[in-house]
Nanobody, 119 residues
């Protein structure tokens, strides 16, 4: 079973910065997308940012210009750099990886890491 391990969450002040990391438990050779989602209490899980194997990057409108998604392919790791976070960014952040397995699309999720933005 492929597992994702997230780290880097915690408490951050508005205007500060935080970097989330997500690493696969083992090498995946056929990843087609890696991304970050978040879910706040009482709200639906939403896409924050994603990056495809071809380098196409998408951001939620609410985080454009503030968050940056990047990858380290050698480590099968995806990062989310959070600059100038706002209180409304407070949520549990989940890493997601989509990949091909035995010719079938599959995906796996990280355990989630809490990000709290507060002064």
């Amino acid at each position: 079973q492929v597992q994702l391990v997230e780290s880097g969450g915690g408490l951050v002040q508005p205007g500060g910065s935080l970097r989330l990391s997500c690493a696969t438990s083992r090498s995946i050779l056929s990843i087609y997308v890696m991304g970050w989602y978040r879910q706040a209490p009482g709200k639906e899980r939403e896409l924050v940012a994603s990056i495809t194997s071809g380098g196409n990057i998408n951001y939620a409108d609410s985080v454009k210009g503030r968050f940056t998604i990047s990858t380290d392919n050698a480590k099968n790791t995806v990062y989310l750099q959070m600059n100038s976070p706002k209180p409304e960014d407070t949520a549990v952040y989940y890493c997601n990886v989509g990949y091909w397995r035995r010719g079938v699309r599959s995906e796996t999720w990280g355990q989630g890491t809490q990000v709290t933005v507060s002064s």
